[in-house]
Structure formats: structure tokens, C-alpha cells
């Protein structure tokens, strides 16, 4: 099992990522749709549902973790251009709520995916620990950097994490074996 500081913070990257991702998401859909309840429902349920889906996905490997983990921020990005290209316009529901799924997909997988290389308690303690300081740091630098934070930052962690996963899910195989 990996236990090493190194080994541990991939998990927290990526839910400082999720995080990102997720709050980024809330941020666009409320600013541009709608800041009801219903906006954070449709994030929450959708994005959970996303993850159940990655999570039963049947083929897994380290390959498609990193072209889900290319979706994942794909999705977003188109969700917040239509967001953003068409203000206020419910008719739209469905699709953020696909897309808002299909970038939900890449938790499930990751977890799935190196759920063999850390205990379960370890992998949701550093997940959730990244996740929760990822919407904190979201909301504060949309606070202070603005709305240009909510693209250029899930890029540069996206690359991050794509560039980690390519080398950091290798070593811990190698753990394994």
C-alpha cells in the first residue's frame, strides 16, 4: 500500500481538483442560470451519479483514467461556455445536467482505479481532505482573482494531474507487485 508522502498527496491533488471542479461549476451555473436551490441539486445529484457511473465502469485501467480525467475537464469547460454564451436560459437544464454527469464520471473511476494501491480509509481521508480544501481555495480565489480563476485554474491543475497519474499510478503498481 502506498504510504509515502508522495503516494498520499496524489489522492489529495485530485480532490483539491474535484473540488475545483465541482465549486467551479456552482459558480458558473449560479452566476449565469440560476442561484437556487435547484442549481446546487443538479450539480450534486448529477455529479454523484457521474461518479456511480465511473465507479461501475467496466473496463479499468491507467489509460482511461487519464482520457476520463481529459473529459472531466472537457465537460466543464463546455458547460461553462454555454453557460456563459447563453445567460439565464433554462431550456438547458439537460445538457449541463450531461455534462455536469459526464465530468462526474472521472472520481469514480480514479477511485476505482487505485482503490488496489491505498487502503480505503487512507484513499477517502486524503480525497475528501483535497476535495473540501479544493472549494475552500476555489471560493476564496474567485473572491479575490474573479471569474478568470474558474478557467485558467482547472487547467493548470488538470495538466498536473494528468502529468502525476502518468507517473505516480506506474510506481505504485510497481509497489504492488
Given amino acids: 500500500m502506498a504510504q509515502n ?4 498527496l496524489y489522492p489529495f491533488v485530485v480532490g483539491l481538483l474535484l473540488g475545483l471542479l465541482q465549486t467551479g461549476l456552482f459558480f458558473q451555473l449560479s452566476l449565469t442560470m440560476s442561484s437556487g436551490f435547484t442549481t446546487y441539486l443538479l450539480i450534486t445529484l ?6 456511480a457511473v465511473g465507479a461501475l465502469y467496466p473496463s479499468r485501467n ?5 482520457q476520463v480525467l481529459v473529459i472531466a475537464l472537457a465537460c466543464y469547460g463546455m458547460c461553462s461556455l454555454l453557460v456563459n454564451a447563453f445567460p439565464f436560459n433554462t431550456q438547458l437544464w439537460l445538457l449541463y445536467a450531461v455534462l455536469i454527469g459526464a465530468a462526474g464520471v472521472y472520481p469514480g473511476v480514479f477511485f476505482v482505479n487505485t482503490s488496489p494501491f491505498y487502503t480505503a480509509r487512507r484513499l477517502f481521508l486524503w480525497e475528501n481532505n483535497g476535495f473540501i480544501c479544493g472549494m475552500i481555495l476555489t471560493t476564496l480565489l474567485f473572491m479575490f482573482v474573479g471569474r478568470m480563476l ?3 485554474a482547472p ?3 488538470t495538466i498536473m494531474v494528468y502529468l502525476w497519474t502518468r507517473t505516480t499510478v506506474p510506481k505504485l503498481q510497481a509497489e504492488l507487485s
Fill in 5 to 8: 508522502r508522495n503516494g498520499l
Fill in 46 to 51: 448529477c455529479w454523484l451519479m457521474g461518479g
Fill in 62 to 66: 491507467t489509460v482511461q483514467l487519464r
Fill in 155 to 157: 487547467a493548470v491543475l
Fill in 150 to 152: 474558474l478557467w485558467i
